[in-house]
């Protein structure tokens, strides 16, 4: 989450679903067999909630959030612990190690970089000896919630102002295709996806989740009036690909691919 054109998240809208949003952060953590390792950087930290489990769980090393959102960066500033975790702002395509890196980590980010994987195959050529690299990102682009977006965004009364903001639906590699990047920079690696079965609550349940993400980009090119018609329309879609459960809950389903590289020694 910390390319280009972060400015203007919200991090309260993000964290509606924290819960969901965090869980494949520990999945992937859970990879990463660093035992005592000195310098931790997280890229695209965002509000910087899941930042601090890397200082809770490497208590002694000297943990690092970069983002380029300042809204995201505020709202990381109550983690931020003196000597031990501490928040920058910077794009992640200009980040530069000062120095060795013993886990880099990157934490549904990198979608929103276009062209990543050259950026990601720097990361793996710098990883040091007895080094690791994690990265999570959305495999969901040709889901629902983004198929429906884009076709609203290419339709004709909004072409003109929303096509070239329509989700891409490349806008991440295959699992094999992070595989090859990190075996290209010399990393052991471990790909695999996983698709998550949210149970949400509340009415359009999907659209509150889409507004965190997705269609933030969407709706900042609109004037008030135009925003309320696009949500409505985009909310009116979703309740039909998504539809209450008996139960009043809806199930929407989200699929993630993870990548762990690490270089033995």
Same mark, same amino acid.
């Given at each position: 989450?910390?390319?280009?054109?972060?400015?203007?998240?919200?991090?309260? @809208?993000?964290?509606?679903?924290?819960?969901?949003?965090?869980?494949?952060?520990?999945?992937?953590?859970?990879?990463? /067999? @660093?035992?005592?390792?000195?310098?931790?950087?997280?890229?695209?930290?965002?509000?910087?909630?899941?930042?601090?489990?890397?200082?809770?769980?490497?208590?002694?090393?000297?943990?690092?959030?970069?983002?380029?959102?300042?809204?995201?960066?505020? @709202?990381?500033?109550?983690?931020?612990? *003196?000597?031990?975790?501490?928040?920058? +702002?910077?794009?992640?395509?200009?980040?530069?190690?000062?120095? &060795?890196?013993?886990?880099?980590?990157?934490?549904?980010?990198?979608?929103?970089?276009?062209?990543?994987?050259?950026?990601?195959?720097?990361?793996?050529?710098?990883? *040091?000896?007895?080094?690791?690299?994690?990265? &999570?990102?959305? /495999?969901?682009?040709?889901?629902?919630?983004?198929?429906?977006? @884009?076709?609203?965004?290419? =339709?004709?009364?909004?072409? =003109?102002?929303?096509?070239?903001?329509?989700?891409?639906?490349?806008?991440?590699?295959?699992?094999?295709?992070?595989?090859?990047?990190?075996?290209?920079?010399?990393?052991?690696?471990?790909?695999?996806?996983?698709?998550?079965?949210?149970?949400?609550? /509340?009415?359009?349940?999907?659209?509150?989740?889409?507004? /965190?993400?997705?269609? +933030? *980009?969407?709706?900042?090119?609109?004037?008030?009036?135009?925003?309320?018609?696009?949500?409505?329309?985009?909310?009116?879609?979703?309740?039909?690909?998504?539809?209450? +459960?008996?139960?009043?809950?809806?199930?929407?389903?989200?699929?993630?691919?993870?990548?762990?590289?690490?270089?033995?020694?």
């Amino acid at each position: 989450m910390g390319g280009g054109g972060r400015d203007g998240w919200d991090p309260v @809208a993000y964290l509606r679903f924290a819960d969901e949003r965090s869980r494949p952060f520990a999945d992937l953590l859970g990879r990463v /067999g @660093a035992v005592d390792p000195a310098v931790v950087v997280d890229l695209g930290c965002g509000d910087g909630s899941v930042t601090a489990t890397l200082h809770r769980r490497w208590p002694r090393a000297q943990v690092t959030g970069i983002d380029s959102s300042a809204s995201m960066l505020a @709202a990381a500033a109550e983690h931020a612990v *003196p000597g031990r975790l501490t928040f920058v +702002r910077a794009d992640v395509r200009e980040w530069r190690p000062a120095g &060795q890196v013993d886990v880099l980590v990157s934490n549904a980010a990198l979608h929103w970089v276009p062209e990543h994987p050259g950026l990601l195959a720097r990361w793996a050529a710098a990883v *040091p000896v007895n080094g690791w690299l994690a990265i &999570q990102v959305p /495999g969901n682009h040709c889901a629902p919630t983004h198929a429906l977006l @884009a076709a609203l965004c290419r =339709s004709p009364r909004w072409a =003109s102002l929303l096509a070239d903001a329509a989700p891409d639906p490349d806008a991440v590699l295959t699992p094999a295709g992070y595989l090859d990047v990190l075996t290209g920079g010399g990393l052991a690696t471990d790909v695999w996806e996983t698709t998550y079965l949210h149970v949400l609550t /509340g009415e359009d349940p999907a659209l509150r989740w889409a507004a /965190g993400t997705v269609l +933030r *980009p969407v709706l900042a090119r609109l004037s008030g009036p135009d925003a309320a018609a696009v949500t409505a329309a985009y909310a009116a879609a979703l309740r039909e690909a998504y539809p209450r +459960r008996a139960d009043g809950t809806t199930v929407l389903p989200f699929r993630r691919v993870f990548a762990v590289g690490h270089r033995a020694a």
